[in-house]
């Protein structure tokens, strides 16, 4: 079942990431980092367990607006799953309770970016109500 991450979750959360970016550095302090994104509030890091294990998580970024009669917007980012957790349904779940989340902050519309050739996890996203052909996601990085 998805949930908010808690704080005794850092580890876990921390293996799902080093499973999606295994060159990222090492935190010098995670569990300060860990502890600003728990206690802020457009911020909810949604995990789902397995075998007493987190197993996927996703992150619910919600943006305030002026636009769109002043509905704030959301951000979906990091959507990982274990490889071992794989093709059950976790990371589906997790999606669709950050959606919940999303919808009941009045958000109006959730985005989400892929990379372009991620054609399963396209259709994973497109199962939960995303569409590739609404708007187009551009990104800028240093």
Same mark, same amino acid.
């Given at each position: 079942?998805?949930?908010?991450? /808690?704080?005794?979750?850092?580890?876990?959360?921390?293996?799902?990431?080093?499973?999606?970016?295994?060159?990222?550095?090492?935190?010098?302090?995670? @569990?300060?980092?860990?502890? /600003?994104?728990?206690?802020?509030?457009?911020?909810?890091?949604?995990?789902?367990?397995?075998?007493?294990?987190?197993?996927?998580?996703?992150?619910?970024?919600?943006?305030?607006?002026?636009?769109? #009669?002043?509905?704030?917007?959301?951000?979906?980012?990091?959507?990982?799953?274990?490889?071992?957790?794989?093709?059950?349904?976790?990371?589906?779940?997790?999606?669709?309770?950050?959606?919940?989340?999303?919808?009941? @902050?009045?958000?109006?519309?959730?985005?989400?970016?892929? #990379?372009?050739?991620?054609?399963?996890?396209?259709?994973?996203?497109?199962?939960?109500?995303?569409? #590739?052909?609404?708007?187009? #996601?551009?990104?800028?990085?240093?």
């Amino acid at each position: 079942m998805a949930r908010l991450a /808690r704080a005794a979750d850092l580890d876990g959360v921390l293996a799902l990431y080093r499973e999606l970016r295994p060159r990222d550095p090492p935190l010098r302090d995670a @569990k300060a980092a860990f502890a /600003r994104i728990l206690d802020d509030a457009s911020l909810s890091l949604v995990v789902c367990e397995r075998d007493r294990s987190l197993a996927a998580t996703c992150l619910l970024a919600v943006v305030q607006n002026l636009a769109s #009669g002043g509905r704030p917007f959301g951000v979906i980012e990091h959507v990982v799953t274990l490889p071992a957790f794989r093709r059950q349904g976790l990371a589906r779940e997790a999606l669709q309770h950050a959606l919940e989340l999303a919808w009941a @902050k009045g958000c109006y519309k959730v985005m989400l970016l892929s #990379g372009a050739g991620r054609e399963a996890a396209h259709r994973l996203y497109e199962s939960v109500g995303f569409r #590739g052909d609404v708007e187009r #996601g551009f990104v800028a990085k240093p």
